[in-house]
């Protein structure tokens, strides 16, 4: 067998390999309200009086006034019971949308990746979920030098509350939009318990993208491809 059958084979292999990761389809979300989620709509006041649009960034999946939305929350120290789940493996990024607080706020993804309401519209950042079950995320507000918001005596503290886990503050929400781009997208608003209670003191989009296979997995079978070319060029030299 020539060299130039080799090398086909050997790019067979990868090519191979290409479309297999090419035809994965990305896992789906969906929003699972196990016990403290309730069904509302954005009310009236969200994005605040200067507001922030938007629409101009996502067009039809911006969040509007009346759009049906599920909300989350716990007393202090409880749990929320329910939130974002996911069934599969999957690339995850968060996209930082929109604020109107004047508080510091941040969501946190797996590995403590995070995006703070004081950075520019649009920043994000991406991790990897393994396997089916509800996304490991969590908001959290600073409280200023002056605040004791959960009246503990304490100042400055940082208070969270976690997708399907513990809410360290009772005033605090989270809300979830419905799901769009087949599945795979959702607009995910937090309340940071200041009172206004309009779920837009951080707005982030979440989407769940297909895990490209490990380079690892082109390379195997890019080498089968060749192994199986030598194994025929070896028995035709023995004949």
């Known amino acids: 067998m020539s060299i130039k059958s080799i090398i086909l084979r050997a790019t067979f292999g990868i090519a191979l390999a290409t479309s297999v990761a090419t035809v994965a389809t990305a896992a789906t979300l969906s929003v699972v309200n196990n ?4 069904a509302t709509t954005l009310p009236v006041g969200t994005g605040g009086s200067s507001g922030f649009d938007l629409s101009s960034i996502y067009g039809s999946a911006s969040p509007n006034v ?9 007393a202090t120290g409880g749990t929320v019971n329910g939130g974002l789940y ?14 109107e607080a004047g508080a510091r706020n941040s969501v946190f ?14 920043t994000s950042f991406t991790v990897n979920h393994t396997g089916a079950g509800f996304v490991d995320f969590f908001f959290q507000t600073l409280e200023r030098t002056w605040e004791d918001l959960n009246r503990n005596m304490i100042v400055n503290e940082a208070l969270t509350i976690a ?3 513990l809410s360290a503050f009772g005033n605090l ?3 979830f939009g419905e799901v769009f781009n087949n599945n ?13 209670g309009d779920y837009d003191d951080m707005v982030v989009r979440i989407d769940a993208s297909v895990v490209p296979l490990p380079a690892t997995a082109f390379l195997m079978l890019g080498a089968l491809g060749g192994l199986g070319a030598l194994r025929g060029r070896k028995k035709k030299a023995i004949a």
């Open 109 to 122: 993804g797996l590995g403590g990746a995070t995006v703070t309401n004081r950075q520019a519209l649009g």
């Open 184 to 196: 795979s997208s959702v607009l995910v608003f937090f309340g940071d318990g200041r009172g206004d």
């Open 35 to 38: 016990g403290s989620g309730v």
């Open 173 to 175: 929400s989270m809300a």
């Open 66 to 74: 009346g759009d049906p939305i599920t909300s989350f929350s716990a």
């Open 163 to 165: 997708n399907n886990g």
């Open 86 to 99: 996911i069934d599969g493996s999957s690339e995850l990024t968060y996209t930082f949308l929109g604020t």
